[in-house]
């Protein structure tokens, strides 16, 4: 999968960001050109989503499915969802959320989404505290203009974030992608975390404590994006909570 959003309507920490970026032969790319390496590297089953120069969604199928490492996207009323992975307990949280036992993983998560944020407000770690399983999302919410992701615990699925050469956010199960998108200043998205757009990045597990920046530096020596951990003893005065005062709507689809 893969997911870019201008700099106006996600804000990542600025430590993701790499001077080393700007100053290797390879320099990170503009939010088309990732695009365009993305459908490169999966030409078949692939469909994608402009919203303006807003946002980029855009999927690849499997061939053939995999139950346990599932790649879904699904959109209802202008919300949309990418899903890595699967839910052990997913027919549980269709029962609690009133969906269909057929739903799934990407539908739960945009009806849990959809939910918790016209109940709001509401902290956004009860968006995901209940998900059993491996599993990645990225939801947008293309009404709100807001960007809502979320990595699992247990490690079982990769994701990667990192910053376009326009300062747009970049993010993707596929390594090779992201680090010719985004140079130097890309990092493993931390697990067990959450980003929001408005509120930034949390760990879903400790909501109470802040996130830690940690220098990491490459194999050639180089700073590059850095990776974030739990920060045990400073703590934050409020949990996050979901939401957004943004409006703009365009959008357009494609698919190959």
Same mark, same amino acid.
């Given at each position: 999968?893969?997911?870019?959003?201008?700099?106006?309507?996600?804000?990542?920490? *600025? *430590?993701?960001n790499s001077p080393s970026? =700007?100053?290797?032969?390879?320099q990170p790319k503009l939010p088309e050109e990732t695009l365009n390496d993305f459908l490169s590297h999966h030409p078949r089953n692939t469909s994608f989503m402009t919203f303006g120069d807003a946002a980029v969604l855009a999927y690849a199928g499997q061939d053939p499915p995999c139950p346990l490492? #599932?790649?879904?996207?699904? %959109?209802?009323?202008?919300? =949309?969802?990418?899903?890595?992975?699967?839910?052990?307990?997913?027919?549980?949280?269709?029962? #609690? =959320?009133?969906?269909?036992? %057929?739903?799934? *993983?990407?539908? $739960?998560?945009i009806e849990a989404y959809r939910t918790l944020r016209d109940r709001g407000p509401y902290p956004a770690d009860q968006v995901i505290k209940d998900l059993d399983g491996s599993f990645a999302f990225v939801v947008y919410d293309s009404k709100a203009g807001t960007v809502f992701a979320a990595l699992g615990s247990d490690g079982g699925v990769k994701l990667y974030w990192g910053v376009a050469a326009d300062g747009s956010v970049v993010i993707s199960d596929d390594l090779e992608v992201i680090k010719a998108g985004c140079a130097k200043s890309f990092a493993? $998205?931390?697990t067990g975390c959450i980003f929001h757009s408005e509120e930034g990045l949390m760990s879903f597990e400790h909501p109470m404590n802040k996130m830690k920046a940690m220098p990491r530096v490459d194999s050639e020596g180089a700073m590059c994006g850095a990776n974030f951990k739990v920060d045990k003893y400073t703590r934050v005065n409020s949990i996050p909570r979901v939401g957004s005062e943004t409006n703009w709507t365009h959008w357009d689809s494609h698919q190959t």
């Open positions: 999968m893969l997911a870019i959003f201008h700099k106006a309507f996600a804000h990542p920490p *600025e *430590e993701l970026s =700007y100053n290797d032969s390879k490492h #599932q790649r879904l996207f699904c %959109g209802f009323e202008d919300i =949309y969802c990418l899903f890595l992975g699967s839910l052990n307990n997913l027919f549980s949280l269709n029962k #609690q =959320y009133g969906l269909s036992k %057929g739903s799934n *993983e990407a539908m $739960f998560v493993p $998205f931390p």
